[in-house]
Antibody, heavy 128, light 109 residues
Framework: QITLKESGPTLVKPTQTLTLTCTFSGFSLSTSGVGVGWIRQPPGKALEWLALIYWNDDKRYSPSLKSRLTITKDTSKNQVVLTMTNMDPVDTATYYC????????????????????WGQGTLVTVSS | EIVLTQSPGTLSLSPGERATLSCRAS???????LAWYQQKPGQAPRLLIY???SRATGIPDRFSGSGSGTDFTLTISRLEPEDFAVYYCQQYGSSSGFTFGPGTKVDIK
């Protein structure tokens, strides 16, 4: 059974750096094809993808936020950490981590891309 | 960067009715890269459809996905009370990563 859970501060001040941890179970980030991503959702708004790290330490970032984000993994602890610098009130959101597994579509010749398991999310408020 | 547009913004229907949700991409997307999620208030999104038309594990067969190129559709054949929620489409681009649409809210008429 795959589970993920986000943890971190609920309140950060503007200009501070946010550090969030995703602790997961039911899979290993050393297994080929596995990835863990971060997605956020401001209150009442849509989902926004932030970053993704793969089993081989390949990292992908949202182009619009790349300069502020760092994603790392600790395979031995089953954790993925996301840091976001220079926080602003517009960064107030629920932050989710989610699991991705390589899934090859033999009909199209492409890998399918989706997040199949999600954490419950953690609300981060940015305010002085 | 590929932009996703979902329509309508809100769909007001009664239980038992058919729901048809649209997701349009600003340029052609491989069907392998298109997914749909359901989100209820206070909950995380739940994967419904991946690869444009494959149902995720445990998803009832009243949910179906179709489409190709720039136009994709999520259909709920007969709405159950638990289906009233917000639905998001998602695509993947090799240079831009994952993109979500703005969502369609299905509420009770």
């Amino acid at each position: 059974q795959i589970t993920l859970k986000e943890s971190g501060p609920t309140l950060v001040k503007p200009t501070q750096t946010l550090t969030l941890t995703c602790t997961f179970s039911g899979f290993s980030l050393s297994t080929s094809g596995v990835g863990v991503g971060w997605i956020r959702q401001p209150p009442g708004k849509a989902l926004e993808w932030l970053a993704l790290i793969y089993w081989n330490d390949d990292k992908r970032y949202s182009p619009s936020l790349k300069s502020r984000l760092t994603i790392t993994k600790d395979t031995s602890k089953n954790q993925v950490v996301l840091t976001m610098t220079n926080m602003d009130p517009v960064d107030t959101a629920t932050y989710y981590c989610a699991h991705r597994q390589d899934d090859y579509d033999i009909l199209t010749g492409y890998y399918r891309y989706y997040f199949d398991y999600w954490g419950q999310g953690t609300l981060v408020t940015v305010s002085s | 960067e590929i932009v996703l547009t979902q329509s309508p913004g809100t769909l007001s229907l009664s239980p038992g009715e058919r729901a048809t949700l649209s997701c349009r991409a600003s340029q052609s997307v491989s069907s392998s890269y298109l997914a749909w999620y359901q989100q209820k208030p206070g909950q995380a999104p739940r994967l419904l459809i991946y690869g444009a038309s494959s149902r995720a594990t445990g998803i009832p067969d009243r949910f179906s996905g179709s489409g190709s190129g720039t136009d994709f559709t999520l259909t709920i054949s007969r709405l159950e009370p638990e289906d009233f929620a917000v639905y998001y489409c998602q695509q993947y681009g090799s240079s831009s990563g994952f993109t979500f649409g703005p969502g369609t809210k299905v509420d009770i008429k």
